[in-house]
């Protein structure tokens, strides 16, 4: 499914794997594609089934961690919500959410250095104004978790990392620092669940929304192949970046093309796409064995 094409309920926003509905005042229908994007532009080639991994990851992760922080998710069945005709496209693949307010930036947690972390180290011996030990090497796990949020750019533009004051500023101190908790809390429980299946979860990225009452949630979705970098244990090494299951197969195939990481992106080759759907296939079957 490259786009949902739901008639029966108002839509509202169509983002880089992500069609919105609206259900009524206070909920959404969130469907998620097979779309994917890479350094924020939107691929032409669907990966296959890849809305349905995500959808099932993220549902196992809100339950797992539902102790942790409150979700966006009401438990209402997608199918209940569109025409007979439309169950088809919502099937595995979508979730009713509380309508939230989003938060403006994006919780990153990093436990090892990597990606643009490493590139800001290697300059500064910082990631995100964040001092860091000297003598760290690629993909090294950090001393602890550290938060580093993002901006959240429209589409088509490219987040930049900012520091925590930075952050403070833009959402109030008091909720920038539940944010970075529980951005924190999730992903180390995440982190130590997931080494026993076998995967390290490098780095990921969470949101968080407001209801009316100021109450924070945990939005959008949770520790999946696109908002984090997985890699298996059993080959990861200090000093190099390990293979992954997630979207980094597609970036680094990307990264050999002569392309100026603006749209239109460079069609992906059928080996590109099969691989990419069989790491995030094996991500799931490891982390919930389903």
Avoid at 110 to 137: A, N
Avoid at 193 to 203: Q, R, S, V
Wanted: proline fraction near 7%; charge should be negative.
């Amino acid at each position: 499914m490259l786009n949902s094409e739901i008639k029966s309920l108002p839509f509202l926003h169509r983002g880089k794997v992500r069609d919105i509905y609206e259900v009524d005042r206070d909920k959404l229908l969130i469907v998620q594609t097979d779309r994917i994007s890479a350094f924020d532009v939107i691929l032409s080639e669907p990966i296959p089934e890849k809305g349905k991994i995500l959808t099932a990851l993220s549902s196992f992760w809100f339950d797992r961690l539902g102790h942790v922080i409150p979700n966006h998710l009401t438990g209402i069945s997608p199918e209940s919500v569109v025409s007979d005709g439309e169950k088809g496209e919502v099937e595995g693949r979508a979730f009713v959410v509380k309508k939230l307010k989003a938060l403006s930036i994006e919780a990153i947690v990093r436990g090892y250095i990597v990606g643009s972390g490493w590139k800001e180290y290697k300059k500064s011996g910082t990631v995100c104004g964040i001092p860091l030990p000297q003598g760290l090497v690629e993909a090294e796990k950090l001393p602890e978790p550290i938060f580093t949020p993002s901006t959240k750019a429209p589409m088509g533009e490219h987040d930049e990392n900012i520091s925590f004051e930075e952050a403070k500023r833009l959402i109030g101190a008091d909720l920038a620092e539940k944010v970075k908790q529980a951005a924190i809390g999730l992903y180390s429980e995440a982190a130590e669940y997931a080494l026993t299946k076998g995967i390290i979860i490098a780095d990921t990225k969470f949101e968080f929304g407001l209801d009316e009452a100021g109450e924070l949630y945990l939005i959008d979705e949770i520790l999946t192949p696109d908002s984090s970098r997985f890699w298996p244990k059993d080959e990861y090494r200090p000093g190099r970046n390990p293979p992954s299951f997630d979207k980094q197969y597609v970036r680094d195939w990307l990264e050999t093309q002569d392309w100026n990481k603006q749209a239109p992106a460079p069609a992906l080759p059928r080996d590109v796409i099969e691989k990419t759907a069989e790491k995030y296939r094996e991500a799931l079957m490891r982390l919930t064995s389903r």
